[in-house]
Nanobody, 122 residues
Framework: QLQASGGGLVQTGDSLRLSCAGSGFNFRIYTAGWFRQAPGKAREFVAAMSYRDGKTSYARSIAGRFTISRNNARDTVDLQMNSLKPEDTAVYYC?????????????????WGQGTLVTVSS
């Protein structure tokens, strides 16, 4: 299973770092992804990183502001979020996929964390 943490209430322009820890399986050999779901909206892709070559993929809405990274020593995948905007407010979920490419397709993810809430006030 996956455990996401690091969410909270911040102001516009602030930064947050989310972390996703894996347990019960070898998280290091899975592509990791972050998705988010805002109130009343469908879950959407945010970022992903391939376990094989470290290649990353980002949604256009957050490109240049968010960075996904893997910490193999702690067995986590982190999402550094800078220059946060009110429209970034959502529950953020991490997932693990058997795909080697950093896929944005949520149906390719086998494991999911419980989500962590990020609220950005204006």
């Amino acid at each position: 299973q996956l455990q996401a943490s690091g969410g909270g209430l911040v102001q516009t322009g602030d930064s947050l770092r989310l972390s996703c820890a894996g347990s019960g399986f070898n998280f290091r050999i899975y592509t990791a992804g972050w998705f988010r779901q805002a109130p009343g909206k469908a879950r959407e892709f945010v970022a992903a990183m391939s376990y094989r070559d470290g290649k990353t993929s980002y949604a256009r809405s957050i490109a240049g502001r968010f960075t996904i990274s893997r910490n193999n020593a702690r067995d986590t995948v982190d999402l550094q979020m800078n220059s946060l905007k009110p429209e970034d407010t959502a529950v953020y979920y991490c997932g693990a996929s058997g795909y080697t490419a950093p896929t944005s397709d949520e149906y390719q993810y086998s494991y999911w964390g419980q989500g962590t809430l990020v609220t950005v006030s204006s």
